[in-house]
């Protein structure tokens, strides 16, 4: 089993920045790939970033450029760097992980709530 929990949300206003942290316990040996998913309010879930072993990265179109993901001490501690933050960037987001590099992802945290005030 491997735990993902989530920190670093909170409100900020329109053009600001955030830092989310995702940790990463259990049996994580084998993890091949890390990433962010966010559901924003009365929408499905959507991709976010993702971050394999081998250092392939992809962003969603509506965040490329604004956002950066990046993995900790041990890669699959990821970050998300979030700047120019905009009110549709309101959402809870969700750390993932999977033991492949393609296809779903294994496991989720919690969430944790962002708020983009316009």
């Known amino acids: 089993q491997v735990r993902l929990v989530e920190s670093g949300g909170g409100l900020v206003q329109n053009g600001g920045s955030l830092k989310l942290s995702c940790r990463a316990s259990?049996?994580?040996?084998?993890?091949?790939?890390v990433g962010w998913y966010r559901r924003p309010p009365g929408k499905a879930t959507e991709p976010v970033a993702s971050?394999?072993?081998?250092?392939?990265?992809e962003y969603s179109e509506s965040v490329k450029g604004r956002f950066t993901i990046s993995g900790g001490t041990t890669w699959v501690a990821a970050g998300l760097q979030m700047d120019n933050l905009k009110p549709e960037d309101t959402a809870v987001y969700y750390c993932?992980?999977?033991?492949?590099?393609?296809?779903?992802?294994?496991?989720w945290g919690q969430g944790t709530q962002v708020t983009v005030s316009s």
């Open positions: 993932v992980a999977a033991f492949r590099k393609t296809g779903s992802y294994d496991y």
């Open positions: 259990g049996t994580i040996n084998g993890i091949e790939r």
């Open positions: 971050l394999t072993s081998d250092g392939d990265i």
